[in-house]
């Protein structure tokens, strides 16, 4: 998925659930931008803890674009992204 050679990878954003965190890697996949969603199976093994959230990651030299990108996304609406949670 990710390559060796790759940048660091820095947090985009945090998903209200698994479901909207694919969502929106695969809109940045299909714009070519490599990602990867950390966390997402975390209820399955802990159960629902307030706090542990799937999270979207891209390369440090991707994320204005794909900032851009997940802000225009139309499953966007109502995500748990802001500035407090952006590295």
Not at 13 to 36: K, S, T, V, Y
Not at 54 to 70: G, K, P, Q
Request: hydrophobic residues 45%.
């Amino acid at each position: 998925m990710i390559s060796k050679e790759s940048d660091s990878m820095v947090r985009l954003a945090a998903a209200a659930n698994p479901f909207d965190a694919h969502i929106w890697e695969q809109a940045l996949l299909e714009e070519g931008i490599q990602c990867q969603v950390l966390g997402d199976y975390l209820g399955g093994g802990i159960g629902n803890i307030p706090g542990m959230m799937a999270e979207l990651w891209v390369e440090a030299s991707n994320l204005e674009r794909a900032e851009t990108i997940l802000c225009q996304h139309p499953d966007r609406v109502g995500a748990a992204n802001s500035d407090e949670q952006l590295n």
